[in-house]
């Protein structure tokens, strides 16, 4: 089992800055591909991000590429999701999820077996 926490989230006018954070406890983060997804109201949850498990098997949306960063500690069994120039169709909640390497589609919100709460980014113009 893997049990993930996100914290970071709030409130930003356009242009401005958030870290979103997804702590994972349970097991050996290392091994396993992290996504970061996001779902705004009457939506479907949207790939945002993933981080494989290794350095440079990082891969984002077109939405977000430019503005978002995904990195991982995993000394810390941390993933961080840095988001600059943000905009209001940002608004929505993200969520982080976790699955063992080669699990499938990590762009697919379906291949993921462990999710975290969720945490609010509301981006007003």
């Known amino acids: 089992q893997v049990q993930l926490v996100e914290s970071g989230g709030g409130s930003v006018q356009a242009g401005g800055s958030l870290r979103l954070s997804c702590a994972a406890s349970?097991?050996?983060?290392?091994?396993?591909?992290v996504g970061w997804f996001r779902q705004a109201p009457g939506k479907e949850r949207d790939f945002v991000a993933a981080?494989?498990?290794?350095?440079?098997?990082?891969v984002y949306a077109d939405s977000v590429k430019g503005r978002f960063t995904i990195s991982r500690d995993n000394a810390k069994n941390t993933v961080y999701l840095q988001m600059n120039s943000l905009k209001p169709e940002d608004t929505a909640v993200y969520y982080c999820?976790?699955?063992?390497?080669?699990?499938?589609?990590?762009?697919?919100?379906?291949?993921?077996?462990?999710w975290g709460q969720g945490t609010q980014v509301t981006v007003s113009s």
């Open positions: 999820a976790a699955t063992p390497y080669g699990s499938g589609n990590y762009q697919l919100p379906n291949t993921y077996n462990y």
């Open positions: 349970g097991r050996t983060f290392s091994s396993y591909i």
């Open positions: 981080s494989m498990t290794w350095s440079t098997g990082i």
